[in-house]
């Protein structure tokens, strides 16, 4: 994985810490140490599969003598019927991590699932798919890395990761009596010289305002696929163009033809549905 160790502890032990509270009471009452169990992580809708390494990582968090083997690694599509996956070692170990396994497991396969469905609408057209910054808050690393494992491209991590003038900075300089030009200006001569700057335009006339004011990047934001195509012919080969906005499978490949380069939606991780995947437990 490409998530340091030390952060994917933290978020692991974050989950653990929430499901487990002051024990699991019953497992601890029913299932005695010495009893062993096997598991399969089995697999009951199409998708890409996503998250296989974190659930790794949570049950030995809880018990490192639980050996969990990867059949099917992160990153491949699967299909109903697979198993990617089968877990051995003390029983009263597995049921403790176990919810907390699939609910990764089962959060990032559908992220990776949405992810692969949009880059595949676009197949063939110059335009890379990326995420936007409305994660679960913790969870950002494992959501942006679910969307790069269906295909994605990742925007901002954080605040600190990009230049992003948007509507509401605009207002602010309204106020302020400050220009587009000057604040751009401004913020280039204390930010890292491989920081871009982007600004969120609405119609044609802050596309140009924009673009004169030192803009690198053009976020389109709720603009039809004329208008964003009408932007795209006037600025192209001075700045980059990225669509954004109410992106939907149904829509997004109108949108890619206008001509952008980035296509960015929220709903990949602000609204994914988690692909159905179960861990079928039994005694070892």
């Keep these: ?19 487990l509270g002051w024990g699991d009471i019953t497992t601890d009452a ?12 089995l697999i009951k809708a199409k998708g890409v599969l996503a998250g296989i390494e974190v659930s790794q990582r949570v049950f030995h968090r809880v018990d490192r003598s639980l050996v969990l083997k990867i059949l099917i690694p992160d ?38 699932t949405a992810t692969s469905q949009l880059v595949e609408a676009v197949s063939g057209l110059p335009v890379k798919i990326m995420d936007t ?26 605040l600190g990761d990009g230049i992003l003038v948007k509507d509401n900075h605009w207002e602010a300089l309204k106020v302020s009596g400050e220009t587009l030009a000057q604040a751009i200006q401004r913020v280039k001569a204390r930010a890292s010289i ?25 976020l ?10 009408q932007v795209v012919q006037k600025v192209k080969g001075k700045v980059l163009t990225e669509a954004s906005g109410n992106v939907n499978l149904q829509n997004v490949r109108v949108v890619a ?28």
Excluded: C, W
């Design 1 to 19: 994985m490409d998530i340091p160790n030390i952060e994917l502890d933290r978020i692991v032990d974050n989950a653990l810490a929430e499901d």
């Design 30 to 41: 029913f299932v005695p140490p010495q009893i062993k169990g096997k598991g399969s992580f």
């Design 75 to 112: 990153g491949n599509h699967i299909d109903k019927g697979m198993v990617v996956g089968t877990i051995d070692g003390p029983l009263n170990s597995i049921l403790k991590a176990e919810r907390t396994a699939l609910n990764f497991l089962q959060r990032m396969s559908g992220i990776a």
């Design 133 to 158: 910054r409305k994660t679960v808050p913790g969870l950002r690393m494992l959501d942006k890395y679910a969307v790069h494992l269906g295909g994605g491209k990742n925007h901002r991590f954080h």
């Design 194 to 218: 491989f920081l871009r700057v982007e600004v969120e335009v609405k119609n044609m006339a802050e596309a140009l305002e924009a673009v004169a004011a030192g803009a690198e990047i053009l």
């Design 220 to 229: 389109l934001d709720n603009m039809t696929p004329e208008q964003m195509r």
């Design 257 to 284: 033809e206008s001509g952008v380069d980035f296509i960015s939606s929220g709903a990949l991780t602000h609204s994914v549905k988690s692909l159905d995947i179960s861990l079928e437990v039994g005694m070892g």
